[in-house]
Antibody, heavy 118, light 109 residues
């Protein structure tokens, strides 16, 4: 069955960097667009970024543009999110999700917590 | 884009039906038939319950149904059960990416 497992979260100081990973299994990873979605404490879900199946096309929410970089390694069935210049407002649980038609996330991981605090 | 508008809370007794609304604009909900709904229990992965407005993924009970009229989509949960208590989020295609609603906490009384 489809499995997505995020890792790499943790506590980081404002201005710091963190790289999240998402290991995918149970489906043909290279056939699907993938997304990162986050949920800040007490808040709703917020789309962060997505990447095309080949990795050639990416898109970002305005709130992270220029600071975050999404990438993938289809040979390793892995998705990544490089987060630089982190701010307190980036504190959230970050989910990776498979994307189907209509930009719909269908399967999600359980998330990894990123805390930005001094 | 702005988040879609959902009521913060909804409730019903076991066996009853409850409907959660999701209001957007002609640039998202009203413009495309790509509205999806997610059930989220804290600490777990969000689960897709409805996609393309009214389609149910395999394994989702038919107690869950979706519809859309104009710029507003709706999720109806019939025959409420205790395990339906969760947060529910809508999502809509908005041209190259998607936008989420703010979430509705469903309480089973």
């Amino acid at each position: 069955q489809v499995q997505l497992v995020e890792s790499g979260g943790g506590l980081v100081k404002p201005g710091g960097s963190l790289r999240l990973s998402c290991a995918a299994s149970g489906f043909s990873f290279s056939d699907y667009y993938m997304s990162w979605v986050r949920q800040a404490p007490g808040m709703g879900l917020e789309w962060v970024s997505y990447i095309s199946n080949s990795g050639s096309y990416t898109n970002y929410a305005d709130s992270v543009k220029g600071r975050f970089t999404i990438s993938r390694d289809n040979a390793k069935n892995s998705l990544y999110l490089q987060m630089n210049s982190l701010r307190a407002e980036d504190t959230a649980v970050y989910y990776c999700a498979r994307r189907i038609v209509g930009a719909t996330p269908d399967f999600w991981g359980q998330g990894t917590l990123v805390t930005v605090s001094s | 884009q702005s988040a879609l508008t959902q009521p913060p809370s909804a409730s019903g007794s076991p066996g009853q039906s409850v409907t959660i609304s999701c209001t957007g604009t002609s640039s998202d909900v009203g413009g495309y038939n790509y509205v999806s709904w997610y059930q989220h229990h804290p600490g777990k992965a969000p689960k897709l319950m409805i996609y393309e407005v009214s389609k149910r993924p395999s394994g989702v009970p038919d107690r869950f149904s979706g519809s859309k009229s104009g710029n507003t989509a709706s999720l109806t949960v019939s025959g409420l059960q205790a395990e339906d208590e969760a947060d529910y989020y809508c999502n809509s295609y908005a041209g190259s990416n998607s936008v989420f609603g703010g979430g509705t906490k469903l309480t089973v009384l």
